[in-house]
């Protein structure tokens, strides 16, 4: 039985500075499904994956990760996450292996720190973003772009269900993108989920089955393609 839908949000709201930046969405994301929001700068796409998982709270409406609210979700490794913007600035200098590994902590316990299938899962991400030679150095020297793919590949070291990508080849160079549509597409094979924000779809368009248009905080249209959800 897999019918509890990974994100169901019912009117949500979102008030960020007094302003209301979410503005009444309704929005169902099912097991499988590999959705597109698409909209110009400023249109509510980051607002709105962040109110999915919780990271902002909702103003009104309500939302929900595998049935649960956000606030009482506890099966984290279900989630991956690739944030728009880097965490890793000025932070401790962690190296990328390091990085890309904190991606499994939602599947460690306080017993079994580390093990084998994690280090395994960990050189299976580094590979799939092409930085197996860079597992040592120190993340926040990288390019911008290498440093996204260090935040994806922490999301797929993770092996959740869902993965929600915050523009995830924004500044990333071409081959790197299609490469990403290429591990995500094998990843969509397996039946996992895509919440992908995008100003545009470039290699990823195959790959998604359903678009959703923002603007202004809300939604303003819904496309399937049908001949995709195969
Ligand atoms: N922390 C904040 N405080 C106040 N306003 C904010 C905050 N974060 C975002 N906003 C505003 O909320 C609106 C929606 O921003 P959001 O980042 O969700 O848009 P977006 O569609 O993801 O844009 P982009 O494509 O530029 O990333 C924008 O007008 C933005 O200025």
Redesign the pocket.
Known sequence: MNDVPPFAMTGGRVR??G?E?LRGVDLRVGAGDRVALL??????????VKALLGLLPLSEGRTEIYGAPPSRFRDWKRVGYVP?RLPMGGGVPATVREVVASGRVARQSRWRPSSAADRAAVDRALEAVGLADRARDSAHLLSGGQQQRVLIARALAGEPEVFVMD?PTAGVDAASQAALAATLGSLAAQGRTVVL?A?GLGPMEDLITRTIH?DH?RILREETAMRKSA
């Open positions: 960020l500075d302003r930046v909209g110009p700068n400023g249109a509510g796409k980051s607002t709105l728009q523009e924000v100003h923002l905080g």
